[in-house]
């Protein structure tokens, strides 16, 4: 399979499609629209970069995420804020105490999971707020080794979570209750297959037929690996700004992902192509 | 009875006081430029090996080749609490050189081999990606050459190793050849304020 960069929108700067300084996550919708959040704003755009509305958020956002009823959550410092599918904040979660930089957020079977790079785990808190378990608290390094600052996962539609471990060039999945089910990656520098650098993947999202979408850094590209684990495709490389570190990624149910480069703040939407690309 | 001074006389003690206090600072002045202590230092928002934003340049070694002393007065440093303690360190291995039966990269950054690997804490002795390593500097092999620090730059690092002039063997030359030869103008002696 093979992707083609089929457009690029935000970007650096003071017009309302643009972010000032940060762009750190993006989400899709039922609807295909994407969620970015970066400064202290989400935007959405339409599959065509087209900004639709935005929103301020109370904390500088630090990932994002969207719920089958629409509603957009926010990952922040220290707690989670929701916002309706039009901007207005409904709700938010906090774990005073706990809770520390949310950098992922994602759903399965009714609970909530939110990454916690403060403690380096993923928290498990279920429809009334509570904490339930933490995963890869049980990790030798005490947590996921994240020298990004960033943990990052997705939850597939199996309810099986696939959390990227940078430090340890992997990719590791678990249950829900914390139970490491598989892992795949190694560290090369030369062989695409593998992991480069001191700690990638960095990012991950997986798309609906279980592909593994990573993003690495230092030089930044995109990879997809099928469910076991073995390398289907370079996304691209070479796409990106050199500087990009921490790029957030999002699939739509067409296979249309969207990654966010950090570093000239610019959403790049890659379209899959061939065959396979919806096998 | 008090003695009555002149309009004249008041103006001239003034006078005279003001110039004191004004001789008496330039005294002062002259006398901490005397003996002021300059230390030559390095700038690392203008090295390039540090310097952020600056991604795929190629290493300055002018640190280690330009100094007067047969091993350079320049030294890396790695601050350890800004250090990602990584299984495989940029800045120690030459991360794209082929990768060897035990999984690590084969060749080394340092041409001195000034850096030492060691895993800590609790050690995990069947799968080395699950430790934590420290990385220290032998000081009395490196050279300063650089190439650790811009390994260890952001993005692909944390930018915990970063170059430092070392004072206690820095013969303090008033023209300094490393100063001469640096393109960015990072390394200098700013007066003291």
């Given at each position: 399979m093979e992707y083609r960069l089929a457009q690029r929108f935000g970007g650096r700067g003071f017009a309302p499609h643009q972010f000032r300084q940060?762009?750190?996550?993006?989400?899709?919708?039922?609807?295909?629209?994407?969620?970015?959040?970066?400064?202290s704003v989400v935007k959405v755009f339409d599959p065509d970069?087209?900004?639709?509305r935005q929103w301020a958020t109370g904390q500088p956002g630090e990932?994002?995420?969207?719920?089958?009823?629409g509603r957009v959550w926010v990952g922040q410092d220290g707690q989670v804020e929701i916002f309706s599918p039009e901007g207005e904040r409904v709700d938010s979660r906090r774990d005073p105490?706990?809770?520390?930089?949310?950098?992922?957020?994602?759903?399965?079977?009714?609970?909530?999971?939110?990454?916690?790079?403060?403690a380096r785990w993923v928290r498990r808190y279920g429809s009334d707020g509570s904490l339930l378990n933490n995963i890869g608290d049980q990790h030798r390094k005490g947590g996921f080794h994240i020298p990004n600052g960033v943990v990052d996962f997705a939850v597939d539609d199996g309810g099986?979570?696939?959390?990227?471990?940078?430090?340890?060039?992997?990719?590791?999945?678990?249950?829900?209750?914390?139970?490491?089910?598989?892992?795949?990656?190694?560290?090369?520098?030369?062989d695409p297959a593998g992991f480069p650098g001191c700690c990638n993947p960095?990012?991950?999202?997986?798309?609906?037929?279980?592909?593994?979408?990573?993003?690495?850094?230092?030089?930044?590209?995109?990879?997809?690996?099928?469910?076991?684990?073995?390398?289907?495709?370079?996304?691209?490389a070479g796409v990106f700004d050199p500087g990009a570190k921490n790029m957030d990624l999002a699939v739509d149910a067409h296979g249309r992902l969207y990654v966010a480069d950090t570093a000239t703040l610019e959403i790049c939407a890659f379209e899959p192509t061939g065959r396979e690309a919806t096998a | 009875m008090s003695k009555k001074h002149t309009r004249r006389e008041?103006?001239?003690?003034?006078?005279?006081?003001?110039?004191?206090?004004?001789?008496?600072?330039?005294?002062?002045?002259?006398?901490m430029k005397a003996n002021a202590t300059f230390a030559w230092s390095i700038n690392a928002q203008r090295c390039i090996n540090s310097r952020l934003g600056a991604v795929g340049v190629e290493v300055c070694?002018?640190?280690?080749?330009?100094?007067v002393l047969s091993l350079s007065a320049v030294r890396a440093v790695n601050e350890f609490k800004a250090c990602g303690r990584c299984y495989i360190c940029p800045a120690y291995f030459q991360i794209t050189s082929a990768v060897g039966s035990d999984g690590l990269p084969t060749e080394k950054v340092c041409p001195r081999d000034a850096i030492k690997r060691e895993a800590i804490g609790w050690i995990d002795p069947d799968d080395p990606a699950n430790n934590f390593y420290e990385y220290t500097i032998d000081e009395t092999l490196c050279n300063g050459c650089g190439r650790c620090v811009l390994e260890c730059k952001e993005p692909a690092g944390l930018g915990s190793i970063r170059l430092e002039v070392r004072h206690d063997t820095c013969l303090d030359c008033n023209r300094c050849a490393i100063a001469q030869a640096c393109p960015e103008d990072a390394f200098d002696r700013p007066e003291p304020t």
């Open positions: 940060a762009l750190r996550g993006v989400a899709v919708d039922g609807g295909g629209r994407l969620h970015a959040v970066g400064d970069g087209t900004l639709l990932s994002a995420a969207v719920d089958d009823e105490g706990r809770l520390g930089l949310v950098t992922a957020v994602g759903f399965g079977g009714g609970d909530v999971f939110l990454a916690d790079a403060t099986v979570l696939h959390v990227a471990n940078p430090g340890m060039h992997r990719v590791e999945r678990y249950s829900p209750d914390g139970t490491l089910l598989g892992r795949f990656g190694r560290f090369d520098g030369q960095t990012n991950l999202t997986v798309d609906d037929q279980g592909r593994v979408i990573v993003s690495e850094k230092a030089g930044p590209r995109v990879k997809v690996y099928d469910p076991d684990g073995e390398l289907l495709t370079v996304v691209a | 008041v103006l001239g003690h003034a006078a005279r006081g003001t110039a004191l206090a004004g001789l008496g600072g330039l005294t002062g002045l002259l006398w070694e002018r640190c280690a080749t330009e100094c």
